[in-house]
């Protein structure tokens, strides 16, 4: 039964998401809704759905699956109608009242959202919210900015002013510094005016890094707001399973980014019912092992460089490994990895045989692992048979700006989350086995899978790949040992997401601006696990295509994404270099830019046709008016796509469709889409 004091933390809970889902649904119908608005939406709704239902407020938990279900369509461009749309905000705005009367309003405003379900995934409307920023590689990366506008922070007035006076002491740095440039020095000692200039550089390059540390800490909370609730939750938990259990919460005082705190709530709630559940064995059966007949939790937080560790631990039964050996062989899972661990975080995995209102489903830890990896952060699990279980969570104390390392593939830079990286090591130190398997890396006195960056990418023909070091990455599927041509740098960067045209489940999870047009694009270290798992189709056989376009960050990023997405990509940076590529290779689909200088895609696009040319070619934009839409309609394009079109992979997959690939032989060569 419920208590009061749980009640009320529910009630509070709910109250905060509901009124996010009710401005959400207002919003969408003013259309004046961000795109990136829409995944905090869709976290809301799925907190809702987790807390209600497990407190048995089942009228909330089926409004609330319903309103996931229709924000996750919105993300996939699927348009409510907009009686829909009115019925969102009304059942949004229920929920918290719905807590005291009987629940039949709701219950009404649930079936129209059911039947709304029915009808967006029928209409097929394109859904246009208003996209990313302009001036982001062209549109093709999501802000940073505009995924924090989700909600509001506390911000200490102290701290705000203190970085106010920061800023204007930079700015009279950066006078200082644009007085010296105008000193002439015609008989002065060169060397000392040099001296001067790069003093005044670094004190100026220093002040700007010390205000981004500070304006992003303002966004920072407490990972107090989090386990406030836990000794009273744990209670809860025990009463209800009928174990004896006490909660330790233990570490530093630390503060993370709003964020990564949100979404953290779930995720630890998940832990703690699988310690209280799975993890601790009944009253009896602990004294008769000698234990004490209480049962303990500890959720510990420390630093750890640049990162944050937070683990949740139990001194119970430990995992029954023989047990997930046996139910992976009943699912047809063999063979068998040496590991195990990656087996439970499978999505529907359970070793339990009698499923309970709060386990059985096989989806906590799954749901778990996702949470963690949308952050950016790794998890990993230890357990001792009748010694306890730990679940480890490695985490980046910030969202907006996040440490990576930084390793190069032939003249393309790429980035790893720092925290899934174990180690690294000069390849001529590594030693390095074939198996009928694969080849392998002797890593911790066992064998790690290996594979090369560039094949794992698509490069594996580019004539500059000279492969010097291997970084050895966490992933879902265990450890893997990667080949690169250079450890370049462990540096904090701004990563921003990919906008909806290129995201999807694919081997990018976002890019950084490193200056001077360059581009470090971040890879999702579980891609690399799961091609370390698998032989990739020879490259010759892949569809060749041409990227023209005048940015040569957006080159860099199109021809990743696409190089991971099965095919083989040459770049151009405007009309003539296209045509010269055309000259010496044979290309099956063109992907070209409207805004170009000199001379515009759709003039490009006329003169191959007026010169016979017949592949498809793909045009994208964020800037053409109607009628220039029209115009390189005329002129002959195949498909036009906008660089705020919000359904995912659109780019990838229409290439695919042009040139007749289906997805099985896509998947041949990449699973990354």
């Given at each position: 039964?419920?208590?009061?004091e749980?009640?009320?933390?529910?009630?509070e809970?709910?109250q905060?998401?509901?009124?996010?889902l009710?401005?959400?649904?207002?919003?969408?119908?003013?259309r004046?809704?961000?795109?990136?608005?829409?995944?905090?939406?869709?976290?809301?709704a799925?907190?809702i759905?987790g807390?209600?239902?497990?407190?048995?407020?089942?009228?909330?938990?089926?409004?609330?699956?319903?309103?996931?279900?229709?924000?996750?369509?919105?993300?996939?461009?699927?348009?409510?109608?907009s009686?829909?749309?009115v019925a969102m905000?009304?059942?949004?705005?229920?929920?918290?009242?719905?807590?005291?009367?009987?629940?039949?309003?709701?219950s009404?405003?649930?079936?129209?959202?059911?039947?709304?379900?029915?009808?967006?995934?029928?209409?097929?409307?394109?859904?246009?919210?208003p996209?990313?920023?302009?001036g982001?590689l062209?549109?093709?990366?999501?802000?940073?900015?505009?995924?924090?506008l989700?909600?509001?922070?506390?911000?200490?007035?102290?701290?705000?002013?203190?970085l106010?006076?920061?800023?204007?002491?930079?700015s009279?740095?950066?006078d200082?510094?644009a007085?010296?440039s105008?000193?002439?020095?015609?008989?002065?000692?060169?060397?000392?005016?040099?001296?001067a200039?790069?003093?005044?550089?670094?004190k100026?390059?220093?002040?700007?890094?010390?205000?981004?540390?500070?304006?992003?800490?303002?966004?920072?909370?407490?990972?107090?707001?989090?386990?406030s609730t836990f000794?009273?939750?744990?209670?809860?938990?025990?009463?209800?399973?009928?174990?004896?259990v006490?909660?330790?919460?233990?570490?530093?005082?630390?503060?993370?980014?709003r964020?990564?705190?949100?979404?953290?709530?779930?995720?630890l709630?998940h832990?703690?019912?699988?310690?209280?559940?799975?993890?601790?064995?009944?009253?009896?059966?602990?004294?008769?092992?000698?234990k004490?007949?209480?049962?303990?939790?500890t959720?510990?937080?420390?630093?750890?460089?640049?990162?944050?560790?937070?683990?949740v631990?139990?001194?119970?039964?430990?995992?029954?490994?023989?047990?997930?050996?046996?139910?992976?062989?009943d699912?047809?899972?063999?063979?068998?990895?040496?590991?195990?661990?990656?087996?439970?975080f499978?999505?529907?995995?359970?070793?339990?045989d009698?499923?309970?209102?709060?386990?059985?489903?096989?989806?906590?830890?799954?749901?778990?692992r996702?949470?963690?990896?949308?952050?950016?952060?790794v998890?990993?699990?230890?357990s001792?048979?009748?010694?306890g279980?730990?679940?480890?969570?490695?985490?980046?104390?910030?969202m907006?700006?996040?440490?990576?390392v930084?390793?190069?593939?032939?003249d393309?830079?790429?980035?790893l989350?720092?925290?899934?990286v174990?180690?690294?090591?000069?390849?001529?130190?590594a030693?390095?086995?074939s198996?009928?398997?694969?080849?392998?890396?002797?890593f911790?006195?066992?064998d790690?899978p290996?594979?090369?960056?560039?094949?794992a990418?698509?490069?594996?023909?580019?004539?500059?790949?000279?492969?010097?070091?291997?970084?050895?990455?966490?992933?879902?599927?265990?450890?893997?040992?990667?080949?690169?041509d250079?450890?370049v740098?462990?540096?904090?960067?701004a990563?921003?997401?990919?906008?909806?045209?290129?995201?999807?489940?694919?081997?990018?999870?976002?890019?950084a601006?490193?200056?001077a047009g360059?581009v470090?694009?971040?890879?999702?270290?579980n891609?690399?696990?799961?091609?370390?798992?698998?032989?990739?189709?020879?490259?010759?056989?892949?569809?060749r295509?041409?990227?023209?376009?005048?940015?040569a960050?957006?080159?860099?990023?199109?021809?990743?994404?696409?190089?991971?997405?099965?095919?083989?990509?040459?770049?151009?940076?405007?009309?003539?270099?296209?045509?010269?590529a055309?000259?010496?290779?044979d290309?099956?689909a063109?992907v070209v830019d409207?805004?170009?200088?000199?001379?515009n895609g759709?003039e490009?696009?006329?003169?191959?046709?007026?010169?016979?040319?017949?592949?498809?070619?793909?045009m994208?934009?964020?800037v053409?008016?109607?009628?220039?839409?029209?115009?390189?309609?005329?002129?002959?394009?195949?498909a036009y796509?906008?660089?705020?079109?919000?359904?995912?992979g659109v780019?990838?997959?229409?290439?695919?469709r042009?040139?007749?690939m289906?997805?099985?032989?896509?998947?041949?060569?990449?699973?990354?889409s």
């Amino acid at each position: 039964m419920n208590t009061p004091e749980l009640t009320r933390i529910f009630r509070e809970e709910l109250q905060q998401r509901s009124d996010r889902l009710v401005a959400g649904a207002r919003s969408l119908r003013d259309r004046t809704l961000a795109a990136a608005d829409v995944p905090d939406l869709i976290r809301d709704a799925h907190t809702i759905k987790g807390s209600s239902g497990l407190l048995g407020h089942n009228r909330i938990r089926e409004a609330a699956t319903c309103l996931e279900e229709l924000w996750r369509g919105v993300s996939e461009g699927r348009a409510p109608s907009s009686d829909v749309m009115v019925a969102m905000e009304a059942a949004a705005g229920r929920l918290p009242s719905s807590l005291d009367d009987d629940g039949e309003e709701l219950s009404k405003l649930t079936r129209r959202l059911a039947d709304g379900l029915d009808e967006s995934s029928e209409a097929g409307e394109v859904l246009t919210l208003p996209g990313p920023e302009s001036g982001s590689l062209g549109g093709l990366l999501s802000s940073v900015s505009e995924s924090l506008l989700g909600g509001v922070t506390r911000v200490d007035t102290g701290d705000l002013y203190r970085l106010i006076n920061r800023v204007v002491e930079v700015s009279l740095d950066a006078d200082a510094l644009a007085d010296l440039s105008l000193v002439s020095i015609e008989g002065a000692d060169p060397d000392m005016f040099r001296q001067a200039w790069r003093v005044q550089l670094e004190k100026l390059s220093q002040s700007i890094a010390e205000i981004q540390d500070q304006a992003v800490a303002l966004a920072d909370v407490s990972f107090g707001e989090v386990t406030s609730t836990f000794q009273q939750f744990v209670r809860y938990l025990g009463r209800r399973i009928g174990k004896d259990v006490r909660l330790e919460l233990s570490g530093e005082p630390i503060h993370l980014d709003r964020q990564i705190v949100d979404m953290l709530r779930e995720p630890l709630r998940h832990l703690l019912v699988n310690a209280v559940d799975h993890g601790l064995e009944d009253p009896d059966r602990r004294v008769s092992l000698g234990k004490p007949a209480t049962g303990t939790i500890t959720v510990a937080i420390r630093s750890v460089d640049d990162k944050v560790e937070i683990s949740v631990s139990d001194d119970g039964a430990g995992i029954n490994w023989t047990k997930v050996s046996k139910e992976a062989e009943d699912r047809g899972m063999a063979p068998l990895p040496t590991d195990l661990t990656p087996l439970l975080f499978h999505p529907g995995f359970s070793t339990i045989d009698v499923p309970t209102e709060f386990s059985g489903s096989g989806d906590g830890l799954s749901a778990v692992r996702e949470a963690i990896e949308q952050v950016r952060g790794v998890i990993r699990v230890e357990s001792q048979r009748d010694k306890g279980t730990t679940v480890v969570m490695t985490l980046p104390v910030s969202m907006v700006l996040q440490n990576a390392v930084i390793v190069a593939s032939g003249d393309q830079f790429w980035g790893l989350p720092e925290a899934s990286v174990e180690a690294s090591m000069p390849l001529s130190k590594a030693e390095i086995q074939s198996t009928p398997s694969g080849r392998v890396l002797r890593f911790a006195s066992g064998d790690v899978p290996y594979v090369s960056l560039a094949e794992a990418v698509g490069a594996e023909d580019d004539e500059e790949v000279d492969e010097q070091e291997i970084v050895v990455v966490n992933t879902r599927f265990g450890l893997v040992a990667v080949s690169v041509d250079e450890l370049v740098d462990r540096r904090r960067v701004a990563v921003k997401n990919l906008g909806p045209i290129l995201e999807g489940p694919g081997h990018v999870t976002g890019a950084a601006l490193l200056g001077a047009g360059q581009v470090l694009v971040v890879l999702d270290p579980n891609y690399l696990g799961m091609v370390a798992g698998r032989r990739p189709r020879p490259i010759d056989s892949k569809p060749r295509v041409l990227v023209v376009d005048d940015s040569a960050g957006v080159r860099q990023l199109l021809s990743a994404t696409l190089n991971g997405a099965g095919f083989d990509v040459t770049v151009a940076g405007g009309a003539r270099e296209a045509v010269m590529a055309m000259a010496e290779l044979d290309f099956d689909a063109l992907v070209v830019d409207y805004s170009m200088p000199r001379s515009n895609g759709t003039e490009l696009v006329r003169a191959l046709r007026g010169a016979d040319v017949t592949v498809p070619i793909v045009m994208v934009s964020g800037v053409a008016t109607a009628e220039e839409k029209q115009e390189a309609w005329r002129a002959g394009v195949d498909a036009y796509l906008d660089k705020f079109d919000l359904r995912q992979g659109v780019l990838s997959s229409t290439i695919r469709r042009l040139i007749g690939m289906d997805e099985a032989s896509a998947a041949n060569g990449s699973d990354a889409s």
